[in-house]
């Protein structure tokens, strides 16, 4: 298994929800990383887990919650999101956080927040 | 500060055409330099360089690195419709290769 998997594709979400965006990977990548992606816009990291220890919060607002059950997934906990917090989430994994080796991108989830 | 920078910022050509898409880059401690194509969904890898001037080769596709003058470039010969995309150039760096930054990307259009 080569591929970093993430549930939902799509979602569309009030602003009062909560909802959480799922990412798995088989591939006993140490690291997992969250991306938000604008239109027309590179991908922007949001958080890194290295064996499952948040290392990096990359100064993102706390409606968005990240969590690490264990070394295959990954979470992302969405609450009161704004209508701007509409993007493509990707998520990542490689081998470990000191390496790019098999750096692999999920399909994403395309979010809508209204 | 740190930073990636891609060019052209778009490329339109016909097919069979060869292109060269250009990735620039100034990064404290840099560590690898990696090549995507992004069609509609998520990025797809294409290449890691590490060392310069070694190239790298996948069919119509080669990448190479120059790290003395903080460049890449991505060559697609003989290119074709398929190869419409985003080529996005990222650089990992710092105290770990896992931390990414990427240039705005190249949007590829190939018309038939």
């Known amino acids: 298994d080569t591929e970093v998997t993430q549930t939902p594709k799509h979602l569309v979400m009030g602003m009062t929800n909560k909802k959480s965006l799922k990412c798995e990977q088989h591939?006993?990548?140490?690291?997992m990383y969250w991306y938000k992606q604008k239109a027309k816009k590179p991908p922007e990291l949001m958080f890194v887990?290295?064996?499952?220890?948040?290392?990096i919060n990359e100064s993102v607002p706390s409606r968005f919650s990240p969590e690490c059950p264990n070394s295959s997934l990954l979470n992302l906990h969405l609450h009161a999101l704004q209508p701007e917090d509409s993007a493509l989430y990707l998520c990542?994994?490689?081998?470990?956080?000191?390496?790019?080796?098999?750096?692999?991108f999920g399909s994403g989830t395309r979010l809508t927040v209204v | 500060e740190d930073k990636v920078v891609q060019s052209p910022l778009s490329l339109v050509v016909h097919e069979g055409d060869t292109v060269t898409l250009n990735c620039s880059y100034e990064?404290?401690?840099?560590?690898?330099l990696l090549w995507y194509k992004q069609e509609k969904k998520a990025p797809t890898f294409l290449f890691m360089l590490?060392?310069?001037?070694i190239e790298k080769k996948s069919g119509r596709l080669s990448s190479i690195l120059d790290k003395k003058e903080l460049f890449s470039i991505l060559n697609i010969t003989a290119t074709q419709t398929g190869d419409s995309a985003i080529y996005l150039c990222?650089?990992?760096?710092?105290?770990?290769?896992?931390?990414?930054?990427f240039g705005k990307g190249t949007k590829l259009s190939v018309k038939p």
């Open positions: 591939m006993g990548h140490r690291a």
């Open positions: 990064v404290t401690n840099f560590r690898s």
């Open positions: 990222a650089v990992g760096y710092g105290g770990s290769q896992g931390n990414l930054i």
């Open positions: 990542a994994s490689s081998h470990d956080r000191d390496s790019i080796y098999g750096y692999t």
């Open positions: 590490t060392s310069s001037g």
């Open positions: 887990y290295s064996y499952e220890k948040l290392s």
